[in-house]
Nanobody, 114 residues
Framework: QVQLVESGGGLVQAGGSLRLSCVAS????????MGWYRQAPGKQRELVAS???????NYADSVKGRFTISRDNTKNMVYLQMNSLKPEDTAVYYC????????WGQGTQVTVSS
């Protein structure tokens, strides 16, 4: 079973930055579109950023211009650089492949104070 481990979350003030990392126990990055998701209490999990097999990226309107997704297939890792954080970004953040999902990891908590 492929395992996903997210890290890098924490408590930050509004306007601050965080860099999230995700590592997989096996290579699921090659040939797969990867994404970062988030889920806030009482809300559905939403896709906030994705990166294609050839490096193309897409972002939810709510984070566009503030978040940057990147990947390193040789290290089985995907990253999410988050700048200009807002309290509305508070959520648990997860990574996964978009179309051939494996079991979700524990996620990493991001809390943005006002």
């Amino acid at each position: 079973q492929v395992q996903l481990v997210e890290s890098g979350g924490g408590l930050v003030q509004a306007g601050g930055s965080l860099r999230l990392s995700c590592v997989a126990s096996a290579n699921i990055f090659s040939g797969n579109v990867m994404g970062w998701y988030r889920q806030a209490p009482g809300k559905q999990r939403e896709l906030v950023a994705s990166i294609g097999t050839r490096g193309s990226t897409n972002y939810a309107d709510s984070v566009k211009g503030r978040f940057t997704i990147s990947r390193d297939n040789t290290k089985n890792m995907v990253y999410l650089q988050m700048n200009s954080l807002k309290p509305e970004d508070t959520a648990v953040y997860y990574c996964n492949a978009l179309y051939v999902k494996v079991s979700w990891g524990q996620g990493t908590q991001v809390t943005v104070s006002s």
